[in-house]
């Protein structure tokens, strides 16, 4: 696993080098001082995980985050202030660290950055014949795709909900709309995903599927529009 560490402070990252000179297959890529010192590296280079900085001079770690897209590393962010915990959730980073960081959490952060990077390799595939295989506790098991209602975000999660369950699933909502097809399923809002075939109604801007009420994001209503059979 590639890891960045981006600190403007020099002594904090050096406290990471040594935390992560003591995990094994945690090779330490580079260093940089700026979060844009940061961007224009990660697109130049392969980055596995970035542990990550909040508040520095310039564009901070949140910043940072949003603006790398697509070529975004998993994130683990490190810091001394709690503040930013929530805005953390909400961009699903894989852990929040505060400073100082104990070996002890380290090593729990990028243990739960393993399994997230090995959840997205792994974790959901999509057969050629319209099934959906999830890891669930270490095993394996196939979902028909017609079968499933939709898809919440939470956190480090995913919700893929079923008539009869939920699902919790290590990976993102951004790759599992990559993933399922895009003629059955379309993404209305950050954290929701729905299947488009079990839309039963759509009320005051909220889609209702078996009594879930799915909120619809203003920027995803034109699009789904489109996508409905409208008499």
């Not at 202030?81 to 100082?100: C, G, Q, R, T």
């Amino acid at each position: 696993m590639n890891c960045l560490i981006v600190d403007d402070n020099k002594l904090a990252r050096t406290a990471m080098k040594q935390l992560a000179s003591h995990v094994e297959q945690l090779h330490v890529t580079g260093e940089c001082s700026s979060a844009m010192e940061a961007y224009n590296l990660i697109r130049k280079e392969k980055i596995d995980l970035l542990l990550l900085d909040i508040e520095m001079p310039g564009m901070s770690g949140l910043e940072l985050t949003r603006n790398l897209g697509k070529q975004r590393p998993l994130i683990i962010f490190t810091t001394v202030n709690k503040d930013y915990a929530v805005e953390a959730f909400e961009l699903n980073v894989a852990d929040y660290l505060i400073k100082p960081v104990s070996p002890a959490r380290f090593i729990q952060a990028i243990e739960k950055a393993r399994e997230i990077i090995d959840s997205n390799h792994r974790e959901i595939q999509v057969s050629d014949t319209e099934f959906v295989f999830i890891r669930d506790n270490g095993v394996l098991k196939k979902i028909r795709t017609e079968d499933i209602l939709f898809l919440e975000a939470m956190g480090d999660y995913v919700k893929l909900f079923t008539a009869q369950k939920f699902h919790a699933i290590h990976t993102t909502l951004k790759a599992l709309e990559e993933k399922l097809p895009a003629s059955k399923f379309m993404r209305v809002h950050r954290s929701y995903m729905v299947a488009l075939d079990k839309i039963e109604s759509i009320e005051d801007g909220n889609i209702i599927i078996q009594k879930n009420v799915i909120p619809v994001a203003d920027t995803y209503k034109a699009a789904l529009n489109n996508k409905l059979n409208f008499l």
